[in-house]
Structure formats: C-alpha cells, structure tokens
C-alpha cells in the first residue's frame, strides 16, 4: 500500500507540473513586433537575445518578430493594429503619422547619435566628410534616419563654405551599394554588419561615420512606438517587453562572442564570425539606452524645415505623442 500511495504521489506531481507548466505556457500574452530588417544590429539582434535567454519568457510574453522594410511600413503595421509594437523606426516618420491623428506613441529610443557610415568606391579620391561637397549622397526613404543625417551632412558642409552635398534617396542597403558601383550616387551609406567585408577587401572605403555628423550627436534619430489602444489595455505585456528588451542590450554587450555566434546563426549571416565582432566597434551600450528621447524638438525643426511637418508640435501634443512609462 506504501509503495502504491507513493507511486500515486509521483504521479500527481509529475501531472501538476504538467498543468502548471501549460497553464503558463497558456497565459503568456502573445504580440506582434515589427522589426526593420532581420540582421540589424540595434533591433533584430536584441529580439533574437531576447528569445534564446528566455527574456520574453519570463516577462510571461511570446514575440513573433515580423521583419520590414522599416519606415512607414512599420507605421502602417502598428496604426492598423495588426502589430503592436514597432521597432527602430524614424522618428520624424513616427512624428508625422502621430501629428495625422495615429494612435501611436513614442515608447523607448533606439539609439542616441547617428550608427550609419557613408562610403565611396576606393577607385575615388573622397576620403573624408567635405570631399562630399557638391557630391550625390545616398540615403533610403524620406524620413528615415539616413535622409535626417544626410541633409545635416549637407549642412555641415555647406557650413565650411563648401557646395553641400546632394541628398538621394535610393533605398535600402543592397539598392545603395548597386546605385554607386553604376554611378547613381558617389556615396552610399550603410550599418555594421553590412559592406564591412568590401571595406577589408579594399573594394569601398569609409568616408564619413556616424559620429562625425555633428547635428546627429545628440539626436535621437530612431525610436520604438506602441499602438496607444494596445498599451492603454496592456500596460504591464509592454513594460515586460521593454524590461526583456534592456535585459537583452545589457547581454550583447557583456557576452559578445555568444551573442555574435547567436546573431549568425538566428540571422543566417554568411560573413566570418571575426567580422561580425568589428559590429561592436561601431556601437556602444550608452548610446542604445531607452531613455530618453533626446532632441525631440531639433527633431521637429527639422521635419517642418524640410516640409515633412506643416507646423511644429505643441507641447500638449508632444506630452501625448512620448510616454516613456512603459520603461524600466
């Protein structure tokens, strides 16, 4: 009988364990985040952190991560509400949906300063910043991030009493890199990982970094946003997204040869892993914090001088479009 009631009491245990393990399973609160591309460094890879560690999980949430084409694509997904969340979006392109009655917000910065570097074919004789004047200089979409930092590019050489640089959009990282092998622009701009295996081949060199651009230096150029209906209904589902999110910036950054193995595998990259380690010279965890948004007003000056914006926000509509409360 002993040994029966004991058998008994296993059993129990081990179905117990099962419920509870479901129950939890069942429970945890699934969203969908829109993510600008499935390799970049600043939002892709603190999602796959995220998940390998187990971050998500204990925040009680599953992320299904639906890769972009970043920009207003990113916009629409959230406005709609078929996402909830939004990644690394620009924040003039987040500003301009806002300001046309969206229901979004400003959840968390991205990044703080300008991570993009522009190139030229090293067959050139551009080697720095103001031997860009007068030049074609790429950038993708109206409102990104690359189109901000390429008219204070513009601006910055102008200010040397050079001709400035000319702003073209051509889109995305690949797009770019085929505009100027054919001559459609004389630089093009890119992030780390990318293009760094033709820099050490000698095929493109590095003509200006992000850090060079001095408007950009305390700009926050890239934000993550909400679907304000969504986060009003569950606050604590985004809080534990962003308490997973940071958790997952602080381990890329303490951990980076498993985080680069991570990142190769989950992203499916072809480059060696010694060139996806030169990525952390390009970045540093001070900058990635959530908070705060800086240069939010620059930022607005900016999308009404280039005519993204009719009128600059007022400070009750910049109250309602920031709300950092959802951050550790």
């Not at 390799?39 to 299904?64: H, S, W």
């Not at 979409?141 to 390429?150: D, F, N």
Request: no cysteine; charged share 25%.
């Amino acid at each position: 009988m002993k040994k029966y009631f004991v058998l008994g009491l296993s059993v129990l245990f081990v179905v117990s364990s099962l419920v509870s393990l479901s129950w939890a399973a069942a429970a945890r609160t699934k969203i969908i985040v829109v993510v600008p591309h499935r390799i970049l460094f600043t939002v892709a890879l603190p999602v796959y952190i995220a998940q390998e560690k187990g971050f998500y999980r204990d925040a009680n949430i599953d992320v299904d991560a639906v890769f972009t084409r970043g920009g207003g694509e990113n916009v629409q997904a959230v406005v709609s509400g078929d996402a909830q969340i939004g990644l690394g979006t620009g924040t003039l392109a987040v500003i301009s949906a806002f300001v046309k009655k969206a229901p979004i917000k400003i959840a968390g910065a991205e990044i703080t300063g300008m991570d993009a570097f522009w190139y030229v074919q090293a067959n050139t004789t551009m080697r720095k910043l103001e031997d860009l004047a007068g030049k074609k200089v790429a950038y993708s979409r109206p409102g990104a991030s690359s189109h901000m930092a390429v008219l204070a590019i513009a601006d910055q050489i102008k200010a040397k009493g050079l001709k400035p640089a000319e702003p073209v959009s051509l889109g995305g990282i690949p797009e770019v890199y085929t505009a100027v092998r054919t001559g459609q622009a004389d630089s093009g701009w890119s992030v780390a990982p990318f293009q760094l295996d033709r820099v050490e081949k000698g095929e493109i060199r590095v003509v200006v970094k992000g850090d060079e651009i001095a408007a950009m230096r305390e700009i926050t150029p890239r934000v993550h946003f909400v679907n304000t209906e969504f986060a009003a209904k569950n606050p604590e589902v985004v809080r534990g997204f962003f308490r997973a999110q940071q958790k997952a910036l602080d381990y890329m950054f303490e951990y980076k040869e498993d985080t680069a193995k991570i990142w190769i595998r989950r992203a499916e990259m072809k480059y060696p892993e010694a060139a996806v380690l030169r990525t952390w010279d390009y970045y540093n965890r001070a900058a990635m914090t959530l908070k705060p948004i800086r240069g939010l007003q620059a930022t607005i000056d900016d999308g009404v001088r280039n005519k993204f914006l009719n009128a600059p926000l007022t400070q009750a509509e910049i109250n309602a479009l920031v709300d950092l409360s959802y951050l550790p």
